[in-house]
Every structure is written in C-alpha cells, then in structure tokens.
Nanobody
Framework: QAQLVESGGGLVQAGGSLRLSCAAS????????VGWFRQAPGKEREFVAA????????DVADSVKGRFTISRDNAKNTVYLQMSSLKPEDTAVYYC??????????????????WGQGTQVTVSV
C-alpha cells in the first residue's frame, strides 16, 4: 500500500529554518513527481513547491521563492523541503503529494494521486 509520511515540522522563530522530509513506502518514488502544499487555518490549500521525477526540474511558489528549496533523493525514496527565513505567514500544515502521470512538476493539487497526513509548521514572531 502506497504511503507518504512527512516529518520535520515544528515550532520555530521567525527568521529560522526547518527541513521537511517526505518519505515514501509501497511505491517506486523515482517514477513520481512530488509536490509540497500547505494549508493554514481558514484558508485553502496552496502550492508551495514541486520537483520532477529525476529532480532536474523544480517549481516554487512566488511567496516562498528564494527562501524554500525542494530536492529529492530517489535512492532513499525521500523528498525534502528546505525552508529558511521563515515568516509567521508560513505557519500551516504542510503536505507532500505524489503525481504518477507527469514527468515534470505540477502546481495543481488535482494532479496528485497520493497524499501524506501532513506536518505542522508554526513560525512565531
């Protein structure tokens, strides 16, 4: 059974850094594009970053560009989201998701087939 598990969330002060991990089991991660999305209380889920199957192409939302970096290690079946210069508005539950169809990263949550349970990121002032 395919499963994605996020980890690395927590409480951090503004300006700090966190690295989120998305570990996959029950599927060959290298044939999936992977995305990160987030959802803050009272808001819709939004795209954060995504990476293509080989890791050669990435896409990052304008709101986090220059602060967040997505990468992957297919040998470890893991995708990472390095977050730096965190702001209170980055507070949300962060989800990773896997897309079985497309080679390149997609910003649309509807393109993703598998989702993790999410990890909470809280940035204090």
């Amino acid at each position: 059974q395919a499963q994605l598990v996020e980890s690395g969330g927590g409480l951090v002060q503004a300006g700090g850094s966190l690295r989120l991990s998305c570990a996959a089991s029950g599927l060959t991660f290298s044939v999936y594009a992977v995305g990160w999305f987030r959802q803050a209380p009272g808001k819709e889920r939004e795209f954060v970053a995504a990476i293509g199957r080989s890791g050669g192409r990435t896409d990052v939302a304008d709101s986090v560009k220059g602060r967040f970096t997505i990468s992957r290690d297919n040998a470890k079946n893991t995708v990472y989201l390095q977050m730096s210069s965190l702001k209170p508005e980055d507070t949300a539950v962060y989800y990773c998701a896997a897309d079985a169809l497309r080679w390149n990263p997609s910003q649309s949550q509807y393109d993703y087939d598998y989702w993790g349970q999410g990890t909470q990121v809280t940035v204090s002032v």
